[in-house]
């Protein structure tokens, strides 16, 4: 059974930094581009990075280029986030997502074959 379980949320000022992780257990991690998106409260869900089975490739939302870095390590079946300069608009909860192949094709929710239950992050003073 695939199973996706973040962790590293929390609570954290503006302009501080956190590294979210993602543990994957029950498919073969290695062969699935791995997600990171996010909700905010009465929004919907967006996409927030993204990086191909091998690690080569990544892919950011505007809104997080230059601040947040995804990252993995497939001996370890991880992916995590880390994300700097954090501002209130990132507060939200962070789902990892496997994709349906090795690249990454989008933020399309449905296009996602596994999820997590998410870790809240909270932005604020």
């Known amino acids: 059974q695939p199973q996706l379980v973040e962790s590293g949320g929390g609570l954290v000022q503006p302009g501080g930094s956190l590294r979210l992780s993602c543990a994957v257990s029950?498919?073969?991690?290695?062969?699935?581009?791995m997600a990171w998106f996010r909700q905010a409260p009465g929004k919907e869900r967006e996409g927030v990075s993204c990086?191909?089975?091998?690690?080569?490739?990544?892919n950011y939302a505007d809104s997080v280029k230059g601040r947040f870095t995804i990252s993995r390590d497939n001996a370890k079946k991880k992916v995590y986030l880390k994300m700097n300069s954090l501002e209130s608009e990132n507060t939200a909860i962070y789902y990892c997502?496997?994709?349906?192949?090795?690249?990454?094709?989008?933020?399309?929710?449905?296009?996602?074959?596994?999820w997590g239950q998410g870790t809240q992050v909270t932005v604020s003073s």
């Open positions: 997502a496997a994709d349906s192949g090795s690249y990454c094709t989008g933020y399309v929710p449905s296009t996602y074959s596994y």
């Open positions: 029950g498919f073969t991690f290695k062969y699935y581009a």
């Open positions: 990086i191909s089975s091998s690690g080569g490739r990544t």
